[in-house]
């Protein structure tokens, strides 16, 4: 059932009748939500057992296969003031809190047993600050509706690469982002914060008001012990001419392409992304089962005009890359839309299911590695693919954040379902893939991690030493565990 405040009040009556009726048992259940101030949530809220409830949790994550844990009430806030309600609520009735954005992550974690989900997508402000180049935004604004909003003012930010992908959950893990390797990963342009404290209490948070809380947010991902109202973030001056080559390339030049990668990687500018995708991608035009299997390489640069952008793809231009594909498609001219409608591809299906990534410093061992076991022991989705990410971490001063970029480079892979059938297969092949990788693996990535499979690497998520400043900083901020911690964590 679903409850506005004005169903909530005339519900209430219909309770306060009941109550005169004799029926104390619902009477002192209305009592004491009333009591808890619930009733003044202007948004929806859902409870186990109404008969709509199913429809509302399975919407909750955006993959096509959900998890099977029941959060005992979903409230949907409306506003900044529902939240604050919504933990109050939380705390004194003992339900543990979930947040959710917008419920991409591959965790899922936002779907707990019992306790509160608190869905904080209807939260889509955004106020840009044209002049100081910042902007105040709310977590459930998606990536590419921001970057809509910031564009025509003349700024940029490292949004996700696909479009639909919220800033709440996307932030708070890390942010791989548009230039990343120039605008460096997006928690760490989160220049200040307000958050709901399990207290209740709204804290402002930046680099000289409660600044552990603005290292924790800067990474901490989907274990963080608060729910964040709106983040304040620093913006980019805008890419001029966004420019970028694709080539496609045949899987048995694997090691030649890898080789070629490298070479590109050492002479790129930062304002340069590659990133190297491995999957069943050629002929384009047939059915994913009917293709084969290719490396895919996007070659993009951010130049403050098309000179500069043609003269930042110059190291691919030359590369033997060019000769060695099957398909190219060079220095196409894109704007912002174009560019995230092209990411809108089997990558961003929701038919994912079993995926894991790594940072490390061996990206053409690892980024090969992967791709022979595609070839040996094909996944049982024909859209599942590998990408990695090269040079893209050029500061590696972690300080002042909490999230732990292990080394310059990222892979990451993603294992599709057609069916549930594919799901424990997929897992099987995740497992083993895993091993595989260990000699490469110098971190995991925690936007893109599973806790729940692997529990005992979350620690190697953030490193020890901020791993355990993480926990002591949990029980500074919420001694009685009202939010969640990871998924799987004990
Ligand atoms: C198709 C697709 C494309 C992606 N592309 C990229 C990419 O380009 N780069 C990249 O880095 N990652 C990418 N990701 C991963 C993505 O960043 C993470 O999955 C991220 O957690 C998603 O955020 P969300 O708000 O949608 O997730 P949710 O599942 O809603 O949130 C994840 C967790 O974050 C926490 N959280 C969310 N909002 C708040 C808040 N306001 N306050 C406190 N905690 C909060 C909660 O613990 C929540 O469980 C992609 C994922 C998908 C599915």
Redesign the pocket.
């Known amino acids: 059932m679903m409850f506005t405040r004005r169903s909530f009040l005339s519900r209430m009556v219909s309770g306060l009748s009941l109550m005169c009726a004799g029926a104390m048992g619902a009477s002192a259940a209305i009592a004491k939500t009333v009591a808890s101030g619930l009733h003044r949530i202007s948004g929806v809220i859902i409870r186990r057992g109404d008969s709509n409830y199913e429809l509302w949790r399975s919407s ?4 096509i296969f959900k998890p099977d844990r029941y959060p005992d009430t979903i409230i949907r806030a409306q506003s900044e003031q529902d939240v604050i309600q919504a933990v109050n609520h939380a705390r004194e009735q003992g339900l543990k809190v ?13 779907l707990r047993n019992g306790g509160m989900l608190l ?3 209807r ?1 889509r402000e955004v106020e840009i600050d044209a002049d100081a180049g910042t902007a105040w935004v ?3 604004i998606r ?1 590419e509706d921001f970057i809509k909003i910031t564009h025509p003012q003349g700024w940029a930010f490292p ?4 479009g ?15 230039n ?1 390797s120039d605008w460096d ?2 928690c760490r342009s989160i220049i200040g914060a307000e ?1 709901v404290m399990a207290d209740g209490g709204r804290l402002t948070v930046s680099a000289t008001e409660n600044p552990d809380l603005l290292w924790a ?1 800067r990474g ?5 012990f ?4 709106r ?1 304040k973030l620093k913006l980019f001056p805008t890419a001029q001419a966004i420019i970028k080559s694709k080539y496609l390339v045949p899987i048995d030049k694997m090691p030649y392409l890898t080789k070629v990668l490298e070479e590109i990687t050492a002479a790129k500018d930062r304002r340069l992304e590659i990133i190297a995708v491995v999957g069943r991608f050629f002929p384009p035009d047939e059915p994913p089962a009917r293709r084969d299997l290719v490396g895919a390489v996007s070659a993009i640069a951010f130049g403050r005009s098309r000179e500069d952008g043609l003269a930042l793809l110059e190291p691919v231009a030359r590369s033997a890359l060019p000769a060695m594909s099957i398909l190219k498609k060079e220095d196409a001219l894109l704007s912002w839309s174009e560019l995230y409608a092209g ?1 809108e591809t089997d ?4 038919n ?1 299911t079993a995926i894991h990534n790594i940072w490390t410093d061996k990206p053409a061992e690892g980024l090969l590695a992967l791709a022979e076991r595609m070839q040996e022991v094909p996944p049982r989705s024909p859209r599942s693919f590998v990408l990695s990410a090269w040079g893209i971490n050029q500061s590696r001063d972690d300080s002042d954040s909490s999230l732990r970029y292990a080394a310059d480079h990222y892979i990451s892979w993603y294992q599709m379902a057609e069916t549930a059938d594919d799901i424990e297969p997929n897992f099987k092949w995740l497992d083993e893939s895993v091993e595989l990788m260990q000699p490469y693996t110098r971190g995991h ?4 991690f599973n806790s729940m499979r692997f529990p005992a690497a979350l620690e190697v998520c953030f490193g020890t030493e901020n791993w355990k400043r993480l926990g002591e900083l949990r029980r500074k901020y919420d001694p009685k565990g009202v ?2 911690g990871y ?1 799987g964590q004990t």
């Open positions: 909750m994550v955006w993959y979930a947040t959710r954005a917008t419920g991409h992550n591959p965790a899922r974690g936002c869905d904080l997508s939260l709310q977590p459930g990536s949004a996700a690469h696909t639909i992908v919220g800033l709440g959950g996307y932030l708070i893990g890390g942010g791989l982002g548009w990343m990963i997006a958050i947010i901490a991902g989907p274990g963080f608060g729910a964040v109202l983040y990411q990558h961003s299906s929701p994912r990535y925690i936007n893109e939010f969640h998924l």
